[in-house]
């Protein structure tokens, strides 16, 4: 009988508790062995939850019990979420998470305590939801170099956005009517800022080159300057407007990485995804541009990708599987970005300063001017929206 135990009993992991009892038998037939849910650590009771006589306030319960073997960490924040993984690493317990704030900050640690204790530390859920993608790109993927992954790693914002290209939404309109329905949170400043994302895709990056780069690090815009007029300069284009996590690794070796909305053109199906749904597009160089799609967040979807890891861990813990291993990326390791290069759209009051950029197609929209670029680069985006001064209304990447 595998003794597990659940730290934390929020959306996902009462939808854990959820999906581990109510698929019981078919999970049960599927690993050939039985399990079991001996503790649920929160700081709550829960006395009208069947749950409930499994609760403790007590970490040491599930920490000094040797037959508890597999632990499903769900109590975002890095604080006690981190302390904790990380003693039961060292206790000889397998631990998996849907926490990308710890994943993405303390993931190159925990990663090598597991190999260290012969236990595994898995995070399907940190990124995506109930998306697989995490374990494809380990598996499937294994034989590719991956040179590219963009995505819409947020479904609060996506949602946002589609709310304000489709029904007009201003920007403030849209927050509180994703935060009456339960998509974002009172303080939405995570989602909104881009710092959600900016997890998600250094984890991303880190499977496809082996560097976990600090997420408050890489460049990160949200969405928050976006207007109407924007949105609507982007559908006179084809385009839709999407906050995209972005990474890119070179022949060197070099890391891009980045978070930033992006008006994405129609061919690309990343454009299509809409409301709270995530996308992920890894570009490899065997099998070409993968796509990933599915429900980014919500209680089974996301405890779907937990107990997903729990099998995992369960299926294989008799043999010897080869640990995830990251090294922290340095500054020797990140491409200057700079130098980046793609398509710019410039926002702006007066249709003239067309004339200064790289065969520039122009569009009036509501009295305002998109410009459409070539390809230009970081440093050069940067002049040329200092020479236009108070022409300018905005600029933005296209992907």
Same mark, same amino acid.
């Given at each position: 009988?595998?003794?597990?135990?659940? !730290?934390?009993?929020?959306?996902?992991?009462?939808?854990?508790?959820?999906?581990?009892?109510?698929?019981?038998? !078919?999970?049960?037939?599927?690993?050939? +062995?039985?399990?079991?849910?001996?503790?649920?650590?929160? !700081?709550?009771?829960?006395?009208?939850?069947?749950? %409930?006589? &499994?609760?403790?306030?007590?970490?040491?319960? $599930?920490?000094? *019990?040797?037959?508890?073997?597999?632990?499903?960490?769900?109590?975002?924040?890095?604080?006690?979420?981190?302390?904790?993984?990380?003693?039961?690493?060292?206790?000889?317990?397998?631990?998996?998470?849907?926490?990308?704030?710890?994943?993405?900050?303390?993931?190159?640690?925990?990663?090598?305590?597991?190999?260290?204790?012969?236990?595994?530390?898995?995070?399907?859920?940190?990124?995506?939801?109930?998306?697989?993608?995490?374990?494809?790109?380990?598996?499937?993927?294994?034989?590719?170099?991956?040179?590219?992954?963009? #995505?819409?790693?947020?479904?609060?914002?996506?949602?946002?956005?589609?709310?304000?290209?489709?029904?007009?939404?201003?920007?403030?309109?849209?927050?509180?009517?994703?935060?009456?329905?339960?998509?974002?949170?009172?303080?939405?400043?995570?989602?909104?800022?881009?710092?959600?994302? =900016?997890?998600?895709?250094?984890? &991303?990056?880190?499977?496809?080159?082996?560097?976990?780069?600090?997420?408050?690090?890489?460049?990160?815009?949200?969405?928050?300057?976006?207007?109407?007029?924007?949105?609507?300069?982007? %559908?006179?284009?084809?385009?839709?407007?999407?906050?995209?996590?972005?990474?890119?690794?070179?022949?060197? #070796?070099?890391?891009?990485?980045?978070?930033?909305?992006?008006?994405?053109?129609?061919?690309?199906?990343?454009?299509?995804?809409?409301?709270?749904?995530?996308?992920?597009?890894?570009? =490899?160089?065997?099998?070409?541009?993968?796509?990933?799609?599915?429900?980014?967040? #919500?209680?089974?979807?996301?405890?779907?990708?937990?107990?997903?890891?729990?099998? *995992?861990? $369960?299926?294989? /813990?008799?043999?010897?599987?080869?640990?995830?291993?990251?090294?922290?990326?340095?500054? *020797?390791?990140?491409?200057?970005?700079?130098?980046?290069? +793609?398509?710019?759209?410039?926002?702006?009051?007066?249709?003239?300063?067309? *004339?200064? !950029?790289?065969?520039?197609?122009?569009?009036?929209?509501?009295?305002?001017?998109?410009? &459409?670029?070539?390809?230009?680069?970081?440093?050069?985006?940067?002049?040329?929206?200092?020479?236009?001064?108070? =022409?300018?209304?905005?600029?933005? /990447?296209?992907?």
């Amino acid at each position: 009988m595998i003794q597990i135990a659940l !730290l934390g009993f929020g959306v996902v992991g009462s939808g854990t508790a959820e999906v581990l009892t109510e698929n019981k038998a !078919l999970i049960e037939e599927r690993l050939g +062995c039985e399990y079991n849910i001996r503790y649920i650590l929160d !700081l709550r009771d829960f006395p009208n939850s069947p749950f %409930g006589s &499994l609760v403790t306030h007590d970490f040491n319960d $599930i920490l000094n *019990d040797p037959e508890v073997t597999v632990v499903a960490e769900m109590m975002g924040g890095s604080h006690p979420a981190y302390d904790f993984t990380k003693k039961c690493l060292e206790a000889g317990k397998s631990v998996v998470t849907s926490n990308k704030e710890v994943v993405s900050t303390f993931g190159v640690e925990l990663c090598e305590l597991a190999r260290k204790h012969g236990v595994r530390y898995l995070f399907e859920a940190s990124v995506g939801g109930g998306i697989p993608v995490i374990r494809p790109m380990i598996n499937d993927l294994s034989s590719n170099r991956i040179h590219k992954i963009s #995505g819409i790693l947020n479904g609060t914002t996506n949602y946002i956005l589609t709310s304000m290209r489709d029904l007009g939404a201003s920007f403030s309109d849209a927050l509180s009517e994703a935060q009456k329905l339960g998509y974002a949170e009172a303080n939405p400043s995570a989602d909104v800022d881009g710092i959600d994302a =900016a997890r998600k895709i250094v984890i &991303l990056a880190a499977l496809a080159c082996g560097k976990l780069a600090d997420p408050k690090t890489i460049p990160t815009e949200g969405i928050t300057a976006i207007t109407l007029t924007d949105t609507k300069v982007a %559908g006179a284009f084809g385009y839709s407007m999407k906050l995209i996590g972005h990474a890119c690794v070179a022949e060197d #070796g070099k890391l891009t990485a980045f978070v930033s909305p992006r008006m994405v053109p129609a061919a690309n199906p990343l454009s299509r995804i809409d409301g709270v749904f995530n996308g992920i597009l890894v570009d =490899a160089n065997m099998v070409g541009e993968v796509m990933f799609y599915g429900p980014g967040a #919500g209680k089974l979807p996301t405890a779907s990708a937990v107990v997903a890891d729990i099998i *995992d861990v $369960i299926a294989n /813990r008799e043999a010897e599987s080869k640990p995830i291993l990251w090294e922290a990326a340095t500054a *020797d390791d990140m491409a200057e970005f700079s130098e980046y290069s +793609c398509r710019r759209m410039f926002i702006v009051k007066n249709a003239s300063v067309a *004339d200064s !950029l790289p065969s520039a197609e122009v569009r009036e929209v509501e009295g305002v001017y998109g410009i &459409l670029t070539e390809s230009m680069s970081e440093k050069d985006t940067a002049e040329a929206a200092a020479r236009m001064g108070d =022409a300018l209304l905005s600029v933005y /990447r296209v992907l």
